[in-house]
């Protein structure tokens, strides 16, 4: 088989022929279709505990607790939080000592007869690097691209087994985890904005520059980050929002960067469309200024998480495409990174 990536089904025969892999799938909005895979390949009963899917509100809220938004990285969180503790909880005792737990879950909303756009959602998997370990963390937020729901679904099932597979086999080298998760699939099919490692098995991860990956290896237009250093998917910044960009390299943010920006800032705010709004101002680098000089690296991106002003500045990270576009038309950019 050489360096060719495995197939899904060989991931996830992989993952339940393992003897230390043991879990939960728990599953909202677009079918089991990751958990599926797992039943389908052979050996479930080796790697499964419980695979669950709590589509009725009330049933999902008994569980989770309360949720303003089902389709949110807070249900994700919640179900990952409730699930791996119950887990722990009951088969901590018997098996803790040679097995290392995992959750997988998403909540996601595919096209429907109801809702013709295109499905996203948040998937994240929480996963023992060996027996007793605290728990780690993989969190993103994906777009589901194709035109039918069948399809979506099973774009949604394979990135799903890639993050699963990644998270015990390849966290190691977490830039060859992002680049696999679109194994069988296609950049067509999905676009993932946003992605956040967390935990004692990403000791030392910036993911501002995971945040950067994703971009460089084409699978999303833009990331963005906060000033403190937080990556975050767009729409949960901009949705509804005023919106200030500013273009630079930002090396170094200087006085005179930051002044220019306030008094834009100062004219923006004037705007009958904008007045008595406070706008969210974003920071814009693009690969370009990264390629610009050879002593550009990608911890000219780090180092600009702190330079953007301290009135909610926001770099984001866009492609040469996405640059070309917010320049030539920002309203249209802007609307399309926050469409929720």
Not at 177 to 190: H, K, Q, T
């Amino acid at each position: 088989m050489g360096d060719a990536p495995l197939t899904t089904q060989q991931k996830a025969l992989a993952l339940n022929l393992d003897p230390a892999t043991y879990g939960v799938f728990a599953e909202i909005g677009g079918g089991q279709e990751v958990a599926r895979w797992f039943f389908s390949v052979g050996a479930a009963a080796t790697g499964v505990a419980k695979a669950i899917s709590a589509y009725d509100m009330a049933v999902s809220d008994g569980l989770y607790g309360p949720a303003q938004h089902y389709v949110s990285r807070q249900r994700l969180e919640a179900m990952l939080e409730h699930e791996f503790a119950q887990l722990s909880q009951q088969l901590g005792p018997r098996r803790g000592d040679a097995t290392t737990f995992f959750v997988f879950a998403d909540t996601v909303a595919t096209r429907s007869y109801g809702r013709p756009a295109n499905g996203r959602g948040w998937m994240g998997v929480r996963f023992q690097a060996h027996p007793h370990d605290p728990p780690s963390e993989i969190v993103l937020h994906v777009h589901l691209l194709h035109a039918s729901a069948l399809h979506q679904k099973e774009a949604l099932g394979v990135l799903g087994v890639n993050m699963l597979y990644g998270a015990f086999y390849q966290r190691e080298t977490p830039s060859g985890l992002i680049a696999s998760l679109i194994d069988d699939l296609s950049r067509e099919r999905v676009e993932i904005d946003m992605i956040r490692f967390a935990g004692p098995a990403f000791a030392g991860i910036d993911n501002r520059l995971m945040a950067l990956q994703l971009v460089e290896r084409g699978l999303t237009d833009a990331a963005m980050f906060t000033a403190t250093g937080d990556v975050v998917q767009p729409s949960e910044v901009l949705h509804g929002k005023p919106i200030l960009v500013e273009r630079g390299s930002f090396r170094p943010a200087t006085k005179l960067t930051l002044d220019l920006l306030e008094r834009a800032r100062q004219q923006f705010v004037e705007e009958p469309e904008v007045r008595d709004q406070e706008p969210v101002v974003l920071a814009e680098m693009t690969l370009r200024s990264l390629n610009a000089g050879a002593d550009v690296g990608h911890l000219d991106y780090s180092h600009a998480g702190g330079a953007p002003p301290d009135r909610n500045g926001r770099p984001v990270m866009g492609r040469d495409g996405a640059a070309r576009r917010c320049r030539d038309d920002q309203d249209e950019e802007a609307l399309r990174l926050s469409d929720d």
